[in-house]
Structure formats: structure tokens, C-alpha cells
């Protein structure tokens, strides 16, 4: 089947169009602000530390949505951060963060 010239045609003028709509005559892109979006944790001794130190990569979403860890699982956890994934913290924040893991997000049992 041939495709008509003038829904070429127009294709065309709408990819012009588009291109357009997102960049200033001046060659500059325009630009959109999105809402900030920055999960506080649960109040504890050492909510603060771990807030900073664990939100330097990613959401502090990745904490609360773990299943509750025991000491244990939360030790292996920042761990791999530190080891793995080159978390910078000292062994003072991570016995601080450990402990706040544990008692605020751990297993209740
Ligand atoms: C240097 C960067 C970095 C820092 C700092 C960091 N993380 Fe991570 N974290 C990662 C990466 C990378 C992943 C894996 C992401 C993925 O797979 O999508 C991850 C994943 C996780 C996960 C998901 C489960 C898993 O093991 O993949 C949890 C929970 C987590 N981090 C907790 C923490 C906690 C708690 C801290 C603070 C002690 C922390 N992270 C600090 C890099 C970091």
C-alpha cells in the first residue's frame, strides 16, 4: 500500500511542531520543576544520621519499605552499602544507624 503524500507531509510538520514546542528560538530548552520529593523516616535516636547518610544515593523509600529486619539483616544491609556500594560513613554512623534500623524498623518480637 502506498502511503499518500500528504499524511507525509503532514507527519512532517507535526515532528517540526513538536521540536518546536520544547525548544526556545534561542536554541535553549525549556525546562519543568518537579516537586520535591524527600520521605522523612520515623522520629529515633539517630533518625538524622540516617537520613543523611542514606539518602546520598537513593530515596530514603528503599528503608521503609524493606520488610522489618532483625539486627542482623539490617547489619548485612548497611554493610553492602559501605562495602559494596562505597557508602562514605564512618563505623560510629554506621553503629548509630544500625541501632536506629533495628529499633525503628526492625522485627517486633
Ligand atoms: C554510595 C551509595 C549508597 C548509599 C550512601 C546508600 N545506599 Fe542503599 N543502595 C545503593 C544501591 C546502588 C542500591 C541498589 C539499588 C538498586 O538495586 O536499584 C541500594 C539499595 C538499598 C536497599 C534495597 C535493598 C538492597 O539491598 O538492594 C536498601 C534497604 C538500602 N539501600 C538501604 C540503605 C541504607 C540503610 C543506607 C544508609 C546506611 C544506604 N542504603 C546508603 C547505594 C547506596
Not at 499524511?7 to 515532528?15: R, V
Not at 535516636?45 to 539486627?71: F, V
Request: charged content about 25%.
Amino acid at each position: 500500500m502506498k502511503t499518500p503524500l500528504f499524511l507525509i507531509i503532514i507527519l512532517m510538520a507535526a515532528c517540526v511542531y513538536a521540536q518546536d514546542a520544547s525548544i526556545k528560538k534561542d536554541g535553549s530548552t525549556y525546562s519543568i520543576e518537579l516537586p520535591a520529593v524527600r520521605p522523612e523516616l520515623k522520629p529515633g535516636d539517630g533518625k538524622e544520621r540516617t537520613e543523611a547518610m542514606c539518602n546520598i544515593c537513593h530515596s530514603l523509600d528503599y528503608i521503609s519499605m524493606q520488610p522489618q529486619l532483625s539486627r542482623g539483616g539490617w547489619t548485612a544491609e548497611v554493610n553492602k552499602m559501605i562495602n559494596v556500594f562505597g557508602a562514605p560513613m564512618s563505623e560510629d554512623d554506621a553503629k548509630v544507624i544500625i541501632n536506629y534500623l533495628t529499633i525503628i524498623y526492625g522485627k517486633k518480637d
